[in-house]
């Protein structure tokens, strides 16, 4: 699940670790208030608006101004909330910006020169530990960091048996060239961003950039912040932090009635009980010339119901010209899927486009006569190859 950057700043400081402050806005009196507030706290008429959306490259997109004056914050507060806001990272069509953050300047001058430096932990999956992956080359994405100059990018490998040594965050603070105060500073903040990242099952964490200000102090300017789903049950509370106006409206209504659902953009609908099967039919989709146009998973219990809402969810999307439906039988009997397909088909009352239903495992053959006995306009199979052919001939014509 991920967070917007105000609320992955809450999480970190209340594990201590020093951010860029900032207050949450969703109108323009609300922004106003928020800069009144910033102003006096941090005695700087300078603040900075930076939009909230899941996505990053905002900068670029016009989604970060900085306001000299309330002037200068109304209207560039204005003219952020509600843009769409079009990154790197958005795709074309962009993201409606909701919500804005209204931040201190934490570019103040001082006695040395500021710095800013990449950080991220996340997890690498072919050791099997977590990492934490540190640049000198802070506020440039990390993949042209990687690309242009890979030997400034540092990896530190941690062992899940003792976490986090104080020898590696001083070693990190050491890579990054830091000394005095400095380097105290960035030892304790490796610290207790490491903490956070483990206490609350993330993901992802990614500071970018993470700045060494004109008076030495250590400071996340922005936070990427992505929970494990499988881990939110243990925690409810960051559970309430989804934002639904930043999923896609399809992926939210399958999720609510518990469907695993990918929009993709093909034009092949899929329809398969157990992710393993999901892949490989789309595979077969590719091979057979189509694209897929979701992931979708209806799990164990393919009943009536469960595959009407399926069916609904799929053909929201008008770039869909073919349904495949891939079915094992293993646990939830092949006929009774079978049944369930031809009662939604009916329920429906049309699916405008043709519909392949291939059935495979327990009482697979009486599932194949069911549906071709309904008088429906499906197109059976029991092997993945014959239905992959149907998919490709259908397309064709």
């Known amino acids: 699940?991920?967070?917007?950057?105000?609320?992955?700043?809450?999480?970190?400081?209340?594990?201590?670790?020093?951010?860029?402050?900032?207050?949450?806005?969703?109108?323009?009196?609300?922004?106003?208030?928020?800069?009144?507030?910033?102003?006096t706290k941090f005695n700087s008429p300078i603040t900075v608006i930076k939009a909230q959306i899941h996505a990053g490259g905002r900068g670029k997109g016009g989604g970060v101004k900085v306001a000299k004056n309330l002037d200068e914050l109304k209207d560039k507060a204005s003219a952020i909330l509600g843009m769409q806001l079009i990154t790197p990272q958005t795709g074309p069509k962009g993201k409606k910006v909701h919500k804005i953050l209204i931040a201190q300047d934490v570019y103040y001058p001082g006695p040395q020169p500021t710095k800013e430096f990449y950080m991220s932990i996340l997890l690498d999956r072919s050791?099997?530990?977590?990492?934490?992956?540190?640049?000198?080359?802070?506020?440039?994405?990390?993949?042209e960091v990687a690309?242009?100059?890979?030997?400034?990018?540092?990896?530190?490998?941690?062992?899940?048996?003792?976490g986090l040594l104080p020898f590696q965050a001083r070693k990190i603070a050491f890579n990054l060239g830091l000394t005095g105060n400095a380097f105290k500073e960035m030892t304790s903040f490796v610290a207790k961003l490491y903490k956070a990242y483990e206490s609350i099952d993330a993901s992802l964490f990614e500071i970018n950039p993470l700045l060494k200000t004109s008076d030495d102090k250590i400071i996340a300017v922005d936070a990427k912040v992505v929970l494990d789903d499988n881990a939110l049950f243990r925690h409810p509370d960051l559970a309430e932090m989804r934002d639904i106006l930043e999923e896609d409206p399809t992926e939210v209504e399958a999720k609510a009635a518990g469907l695993n659902y990918v929009?993709?953009?093909?034009?092949?609908?899929?329809?398969?009980?157990?992710?393993?099967?999901a892949m490989a039919t789309m595979d077969i989709i590719k091979l057979s010339g189509g694209e897929p146009a979701n992931f979708l998973d209806v799990g164990g219990t393919a009943n009536a119901e469960r595959v009407e809402k399926a069916f609904r969810i799929i053909l929201k999307d008008k770039n869909v010209k073919a349904i495949l439906v891939n079915i094992f039988g293993g646990i939830v009997r092949c006929d009774r899927v079978a049944q369930g397909i031809v009662d939604a088909y009916k329920n429906l009352g049309n699916i405008p486009v043709p519909l392949i239903v291939r059935l495979q495992g327990t009482n697979a053959e009486l599932a194949k006569q069911l549906i071709d006995q309904s008088g429906l306009k499906v197109y059976s199979a029991i092997e993945l190859q014959e239905a992959a052919n149907l998919v490709k001939q259908l397309i064709k014509n």
């Not at 967070?3 to 806005?25: C, D, M, N, P, R």
């Not at 050791?127 to 990390?142: D, F, L």
């Not at 990896?155 to 003792?162: G, S």
């Not at 993709?264 to 009980?273: E, F, W």
Request: charge should be negative; glycine fraction near 12%.
């Open 1 to 39: 699940m991920n967070l917007h950057e105000y609320q992955g700043k809450q999480i970190l400081k209340s594990f201590g670790v020093t951010v860029q402050e900032g207050v949450v806005a969703e109108n323009l009196e609300q922004a106003v208030k928020g800069y009144e507030e910033i102003k």
């Open 127 to 143: 050791k099997g530990r977590n990492v934490i992956m540190y640049s000198t080359e802070g506020g440039m994405e990390i993949e």
């Open 263 to 277: 929009k993709l953009d093909g034009n092949v609908g899929c329809m398969v009980n157990g992710a393993g099967l």
């Open 147 to 162: 690309e242009k100059t890979p030997h400034l990018i540092w990896k530190e490998t941690i062992d899940p048996k003792v």
